[in-house]
């Protein structure tokens, strides 16, 4: 199983830049980053004060700085850039990284923020319809010279998009769990499929897949699966006893337990959020500590 680590956007640039150098240097497979611009608000659409970095400038500055590793937005919603500006937005990042990046994209939820900056969220229908639109305008316009749709929200005319992304074929990320209408998009375009998950869900969203995948033509062994929980990992008893039960939570050994039992439920990848790691020196503290104590053991699952 490979690994990911996500920082939280609320951190300054140099403790993004140092955790994504320190998870490079470790081995650890990807570094991914969250595209909103202000922290959500649990109750409804209200506006809320924070610093969230932007997503793609963020990207863009990993990519320069940061050797190895495989980046991505985890994830990017289509209601935010029309797709043929994020198709060169996608491009132009593939190649500073020397064709590094995952594109990952999702139908947007955050309501605040599309309220906030006069962005059409739109019914659960309209997203998907929307979302699905823009998958095939993406996948055409990464991966052809030229591309024509038109759609309900999506209309290219003989559109180009350069230059071309440095990977001959640029993944794209699906983020969502949503088991009738998502899933089938995973299905026909997705090369990396996440959600966020239990083993038992994650087992059974795979199925839902697979099924999909059945209809459509796909072998879904072709997708890539990656999920995530908060992690909570360290070895004092008394701080892991209020932490268990939510997510993945205990001592080395025991997050090695927790984590098998995704890979076991067909997780190819296990993304750790950072938000749950505290104040730098605790965040590198448990880097470390799942650098050399759990990811060797779990590389061969």
């Known amino acids: 199983m490979r690994f990911g680590f996500w920082p939280d956007p609320s951190w300054s640039w140099e403790e993004v830049r140092a955790v994504s150098e320190r998870v490079a240097a470790a081995g650890w497979h990807a570094v991914y980053f969250a595209d909103h611009f202000m922290p959500n608000d649990p109750e409804g659409a209200a506006p809320r004060d924070g610093d969230i970095f932007e997503c793609w400038s963020v990207l863009a500055a990993l990519a320069a700085t940061v050797p190895d590793v495989r980046l991505a937005p985890l994830v990017t919603s289509v209601t935010y850039r029309h797709p043929a500006v994020l198709a060169n937005i996608a ?64 209309h290219l005319a003989d559109a180009p998009n350069q230059p071309t992304p440095a990977q001959e074929r ?70 892991l006893s209020a932490r268990r039960g939510s997510g993945v939570a205990g001592t080395p050994a025991q997050v090695v337990e927790q984590l098998a039992a995704y890979a076991e439920a067909g997780a190819d990848e296990f993304i750790v959020p ?15 500590m799942l650098s050399e104590e759990v990811l060797p053991a779990l590389r061969d699952a």
């Open 91 to 154: 491009a132009t990042v593939d190649r500073i990284s020397g064709g590094r990046l995952t594109l990952g994209v999702g139908a947007g939820w955050q309501q605040n923020e599309h309220a906030a900056y006069g962005l059409d969220l739109g019914s659960v229908t309209e997203r998907l319809d929307r979302f699905e639109e823009a998958c095939e305008a993406l996948v055409g316009l990464l991966r052809q010279p030229r591309t024509s749709l038109d759609g309900r929200y999506v």
């Open 170 to 239: 640029l993944p794209l990320l699906i983020g969502g769990g949503g088991e009738r209408r998502m899933l089938r998009i995973v299905a026909r375009f997705a090369d990396e499929w996440n959600t966020w998950s239990t083993p038992e869900v994650l087992a059974h969203k795979r199925e839902v897949l697979g099924r999909h995948c059945a209809e459509v033509g796909r072998d879904p062994a072709e997708i890539h699966v990656s999920t995530q929980a908060l992690v909570f990992i360290g070895t004092d008893e008394a701080w």
């Open 274 to 288: 950072g938000f749950t790691f505290g104040k730098p020196e605790r965040r590198l503290e448990a880097i470390d």
